[in-house]
């Protein structure tokens, strides 16, 4: 059975609201309640659109009256309006009295109240049922009436290629891998590996690496960290350009805000609170071209501020030490194990900021556990230490709970970072940073001195998107293709790799192999399994062989700064079933453990 098999039934993102919680009997009241707690709170300001009542009654596997009366009694409360086909907005919110911060920290998630303590369990009275409040006509202005009812994919069919070689058919050059003949991986594990950053791995991959890779042909891509490009959503786009157009004064197509448009933080830190369990004001969030250029941006303010060091993950995102590094920051390896990154191995490294990717870590999958959440906090407390939070994918679960985001924990230590990359597509260029108040003015001087602020235009669209709930309606829809093909992923490795263990199946858009073991000694910095050692095979042979059979993917090496085991990284919302099952067929071929009977190991 693949990792993360077991169904996380009764769970939503939407308020990370989990049916469990619920007494018995009693599931309306506390759904009540839960709303209440979060229109007062601020996760669910004036103007916000609650799901419809059929999706969350599905996500929480209750009934939809349970749900229904929930609404009704909020309604009744004068908190929410029907809206037709518009659905159920707040309409009314608690005048939050003096001290009491409605939004930019730690919100009533689970375990943790709108002021940083620890909140009220489920029985706990809301003090904002009986509250006066201030009301509103109705939604959001600018906010576009649409159907509830689940998207239709663009008519553009399954991809038939995503470059013009593909169309060709043939299979790819291993010039993406060229770079490490005689740099100790054409000849074995444990032979010029290099065991620390700037050494053996580090110093032979170029600045260019996925550029190189992406632009080799291949037949089937399966390179980690797309999403599915050909179910973006062109039509509903269009629709929201139009509209945005017509509304647009001409002051609009003038020069914007450096933090962004005023219209998408809005959004941003709505769909933040209802689905990432973040309160943050708009004044908070500054809107960058895509992750890459938040971690730029951190990188370049704390080296001014005198930190030179940002510890990372290992195995971890290579694409993210190119960035930290390219800026002069050194990026210590801080080893992961089944529960996150090991805190002691933190401390002992003495660096003053770590980034984590902490709700689905990159690549290996694990989610960091509670008592690691807790040692991570103690942390940062005691040593001043700065978390930098990469939420690159928390959206795409299928099998797990939501995992509650490190920011609405710690907002005075966590700088948050997310983007549409995952969710949209990468092209679009468009993310968003959360950072601590000792280094905001810094961020949006950077920000401003980097390139004036993104595009408008899009952020005006993207904005109207996440208003008028088309971007849910599309996660639920497209979630539901990724978790076909990743099932069709992990049958394909059943078959034709029986000797690879899976790892990070529950949530994300990649699949991390690895061979010769069951769990995950191989993404520490352990001694090898003398099998492994001995046939002197490696990922990066892999890789190349792969590709050279028109299948692209990318070694687990590439991520790595320490010595393991070999495994390959690969990603699969971007293909049919066919492809998939194609590709890694031949990918058995090259791994030389295929053959049909067997099923793959899992930890």
Not at 223 to 239: H, K, M, Q
Request: charged fraction near 20%; aromatic fraction near 6%; charge should be positive.
């Amino acid at each position: 059975m693949a990792e993360g098999s077991i169904r996380a039934a009764g769970t939503s993102d939407f308020l990370q609201l989990d049916i469990g919680e619920a007494p018995a009997g009693g599931r309306a009241d506390w759904l009540a309640r839960r709303l209440r707690e979060a229109i007062a709170d601020g996760r669910l300001p004036v103007g916000s659109r609650l799901p419809a009542t059929r999706v969350l009654a599905a996500d929480l596997g209750v009934s939809r009256g349970v749900v229904t009366e929930a609404y009704r009694r909020l309604g009744e409360d004068g908190q929410l309006a029907g809206r037709g086909r518009g659905g159920t907005v707040v309409v009314a919110a608690p005048v939050a009295g003096p001290g009491v911060r409605a939004s930019g920290g730690a919100v009533a998630g689970p375990g943790v109240g709108a002021s940083g303590g620890v909140a009220a369990g489920p029985g706990a009275r809301s003090s904002g049922s009986r509250v006066t409040q201030r009301r509103v006509g109705g939604p959001s202005v600018g906010s576009v009436v649409t159907s509830t009812a689940d998207p239709v994919a663009d008519p553009v069919g399954e991809p038939a290629g995503e470059a013009a070689g593909e169309a060709a058919g043939g299979a790819g050059s291993p010039e993406p891998f060229a770079s490490w003949a005689g740099s100790g991986f054409g000849s074995g594990v444990g032979t010029g590996f290099g065991t620390g950053a700037g050494s053996g791995f580090g110093a032979d991959i170029g600045p260019d690496v996925f550029d190189v890779l992406r632009a080799a042909p291949a037949r089937i891509d399966l390179s980690p960290g797309v999403p599915d490009l050909a179910a973006f959503p062109r039509a509903a786009w269009l629709r929201a350009e139009r509209e945005v157009l017509a509304g647009l004064p001409a002051a609009g197509f003038g020069y914007g805000d450096p933090r962004g448009a005023l219209a998408l933080r809005r959004a941003v830190a709505g769909w933040l609170a209802r689905y990432r369990g973040i309160a943050v004001d708009p004044e908070e969030v500054i809107i960058t071209a895509g992750t890459a250029q938040a971690l730029g941006l951190v990188a370049q303010v704390l080296r001014g501020a005198g930190i030179r060091e940002i510890a990372v993950e290992d195995p971890g995102s290579l694409g993210a030490r190119q960035h930290l590094r390219y800026w002069g920051v050194a990026t210590p390896p801080v080893g992961v194990d089944e529960e996150g990154v090991r805190v002691e191995e933190l401390r002992a490294s003495g660096a003053r900021a770590v980034l984590l990717t902490p709700a689905h870590q990159f690549p290996t999958g694990v989610v960091l556990g509670g008592a690691r959440r807790r040692e991570l906090m103690r942390w940062a407390a005691e040593a001043g230490g700065l978390i930098i939070e990469d939420d690159y994918d928390a959206e795409h679960r299928y099998d797990r709970p939501p995992v509650a985001a490190l920011r609405s924990l710690l907002p005075e230590q966590v700088c948050y970072a997310g983007s549409v990359s995952k969710l949209l597509a990468p092209a679009l260029r468009v993310g968003w940073l959360l950072a601590p108040p000792a280094y905001r003015e810094a961020l949006v001087d950077a920000r401003r001195f980097a390139d004036l602020g993104n595009a408008v235009l899009p952020q005006l669209v993207l904005a109207r998107l996440m208003e008028t709930g088309e971007l849910e309606r599309r996660l639920r829809w497209v979630r539901r293709r990724h978790r076909q093909r990743r099932d069709a992923m992990i049958a394909a490795v059943r078959r034709h790799l029986p000797g690879a263990t899976v790892h990070g199946a529950a949530a994300g858009l990649h699949l991390t192999l690895t061979f010769g073991v069951r769990d995950l000694r191989p993404f520490g910095a352990h001694d090898l399994p003398g099998s492994v050692d001995s046939a002197r095979v490696v990922d990066v042979e892999w890789a190349a062989a792969a590709l050279e059979r028109g299948v692209k993917v990318q070694p687990l090496s590439w991520h790595r700064q320490r010595a393991g085991a070999p495994g390959l990284v690969l990603g699969y919302a971007a293909r049919t079933a066919g492809e998939i099952a194609e590709g890694v067929a031949g990918l058995g071929e090259v791994v030389g453990l295929g053959g049909a009977g067997s099923a793959g190991r899992t930890p």
